[in-house]
């Protein structure tokens, strides 16, 4: 891997990057193979960019960063700059984004901070779509898509697979199970279980994510167990008695399901905000019903 010194010494054409001679590549900053950076692009000294980045223009990254091989920064992104968090004092938090990863124009993605894990993540294979917001320590899985104007405080946890409808709001500390459904402009304030798809302001339960499971190849005999087990644990008339007793119900029917068994393993962990409640009416279990 290059410093910026050795990629930025000659002509363009004889380097192995393309750095547009407007752009400012700070001493220490370490450049993989074939990165290109365009015009007006800023990287900070403590910043480590992966073979084959690409930064289109206008793209800001600081702060003990790493981007990963492959990813694409659209203009006026910011990647690893300051969280906004006022008991931040400068102590050299991180932020890593993953393989392939694409964050689109005018997104935002703070570095961790001290009093959180230090981290920001944001996995391989993601898109991040414009206007988004990544706050501090959140933690993104791989194959996630945040859809524009998505906004989310720190410490979010989002699972691999997941999906942000546009203009959600997360709040701080919520997580987001596996393969889960977040509608567009809902404000999420507690979690959602892995393959749970919510709706509203505030956000509610209202069924499964049938379109990913049905797309990712999960056959129809699982789907339906998947839907009796639901069905179980959120039944329609709210009226099927204490909730850690209908838990434990299905555990001993369904326990044996690995979706099943995931989504239960993802109750029984440790949780700032708890669970999101189920809409009270109107809301859809069945395939059919769900489209």
């Known amino acids: 891997m290059k410093t910026a010194e050795t990629a930025l ?3 363009l054409e004889s380097s192995p990057n393309a750095i547009h001679p407007t752009a400012i590549v700070a001493p220490g900053a370490k450049l993989g193979k074939n990165v290109r950076i365009g015009p007006w692009c800023s990287i900070g000294p403590n910043v480590v960019v992966g073979d ?3 930064m289109v223009a206008n793209v800001v990254v600081d702060g003990y960063t790493r981007l990963g091989e492959n990813s694409c920064y659209y ?3 910011t990647v690893g700059l300051a969280p906004q968090d006022l008991k931040y004092q400068g102590e050299p938090t991180r932020c890593e984004i993953g393989a392939r990863t694409v964050v689109r124009e005018h997104v935002t993605i703070h ?3 001290a009093t959180g894990t230090g981290l920001t993540h944001v996995g391989s294979d993601c898109l991040i779509m414009a206007n988004a917001h990544v706050a501090h320590d959140c933690v993104l899985g791989d194959r996630v898509i945040i859809v524009n104007n ?3 405080g720190g410490h979010v946890s989002i699972a691999d697979d997941a999906r942000v409808m546009g203009s959600a709001a997360i709040h701080q ?4 199970g596996r393969a889960a459904l977040v509608g567009g402009v809902a404000g999420v304030e507690a979690d959602v279980i892995p393959y749970g798809s919510v709706l509203g302001n505030r956000a509610r339960l209202v069924g499964l994510h049938w379109i990913w499971l049905r797309r990712n190849g999960v056959k129809s005999e699982e789907r339906h167990r998947m839907r009796q087990a639901f069905r179980l644990l959120y039944p329609r008339d709210c009226e099927g008695g204490v909730f850690a007793q209908r838990l434990e119900q299905v555990r001993a029917e369904f326990g044996d399901d690995p979706k099943i ?3 239960l393993e993802f109750i029984d962990a440790p949780t700032r905000r708890g669970l999101v409640r189920v809409a009270s009416v109107g809301f859809t279990t069945s395939e059919t019903e769900a489209g």
């Open 9 to 11: 010494s000659g002509s």
């Open 52 to 54: 084959g980045v690409e």
């Open 75 to 77: 203009p006026f992104t």
């Open 111 to 113: 570095r961790g901070t």
């Open 150 to 152: 998505v906004v989310m």
């Open 173 to 176: 500390f919520v997580r987001i």
């Open 261 to 263: 068994a995931e989504i």
